[in-house]
């Protein structure tokens, strides 16, 4: 158990429709990671956010957002969905202590997201 | 660009014998180097890393790598595989261009499937 949580596990859904992925990055951590695995794309990074600040944006598309909370923890929101958006959307934290070792990233388990 | 790359898709090994799962990398500026697995249906396992220093790293469940900058590579090996092995095994390299300080996202190879056979 990585300590990191991800809800919901698995979510189903329409073309056209939104939904929120959310996660809580282990005890301390301030940084949160979202990345996306599919079949054709692998797992590419989306965003960064450091300590409630979007730090570093990947392959993210417009259509997608995100938001890390007071509290720490982060919502990925997917809208206008598309067949193509179906995939294990996974979060991750770290430290980011700035200026320490280089930090490990630590996953959650994953929410697994099938568009109709 | 940032990149790794994994030249097998696969590695087939028998139970007991060496296992070896290639990674090689393209960076600009010092090389961050992961490995992580994963089971099937659960999330990435953290399983070691190179940041700085001797070039062989020890990890999680038996697993070291090896860094070689002349050959650009970071291979994943274990001495005795097990069938509790079998996984995708994904090697990653830290952007250097989303850095500050200890930080920046990861970018990862295609993966390789682990089978290990009794």
């Known amino acids: 158990d990585s300590g990191v949580t991800q809800t919901p596990k698995h979510l189903i859904t329409a073309t056209g429709q939104r939904v929120t992925l959310r996660c809580s990055p282990r005890?301390?951590?301030?940084?949160v990671y979202w990345y996306q695995q599919s079949l054709d794309q692998g797992l590419q990074f989306l965003i960064q956010?450091?300590?409630?600040?979007?730090?570093a944006k990947g392959n993210i598309l417009e259509r997608f957002s995100a938001q890390q909370f007071p509290d720490l923890h982060s919502e990925l929101n997917l809208s206008s969905l598309e067949l193509g958006d179906s995939a294990l959307y996974f979060c991750?934290?770290?430290?980011?202590?700035?200026?320490?070792?280089?930090?490990?990233?630590?996953f959650g388990p994953g929410t697994r997201l099938t568009v109709l | 660009a940032q990149s790794v790359a994994q030249p097998e898709d696969q590695v087939n090994v028998a139970e007991g014998n060496p296992l070896t799962v290639k990674c090689t990398y393209s960076?600009?500026?010092?090389?961050?180097l992961f490995w992580y697995v994963q089971y099937p249906n659960r999330g990435l396992q953290f399983l070691l890393k190179?940041?700085?220093?001797?070039?062989l790293v020890k990890g999680s469940y038996g697993f070291e790598a090896e860094f070689n900058k002349s050959q650009t590579s970071f291979h994943l090996k274990k001495p005795s595989a097990l069938v509790s092995d079998s996984a995708l095994y994904f090697c990653?390299?830290?952007?250097?261009?989303?850095?500050?300080?200890?930080?920046?996202?990861?970018?990862f190879g295609k993966g390789t499937k682990l089978s290990v056979k009794p």
């Open positions: 991750a934290s770290s430290g980011g202590l700035a200026g320490g070792t280089i930090d490990t990233q630590y």
């Open positions: 005890s301390g951590d301030l940084s």
């Open positions: 956010y450091y300590n409630g600040e979007e730090r």
């Open positions: 960076v600009s500026g010092n090389p961050y």
């Open positions: 190179y940041i700085t220093g001797d070039n």
């Open positions: 990653a390299v830290r952007d250097a261009k989303n850095y500050g300080g200890s930080q920046g996202n990861l970018i």
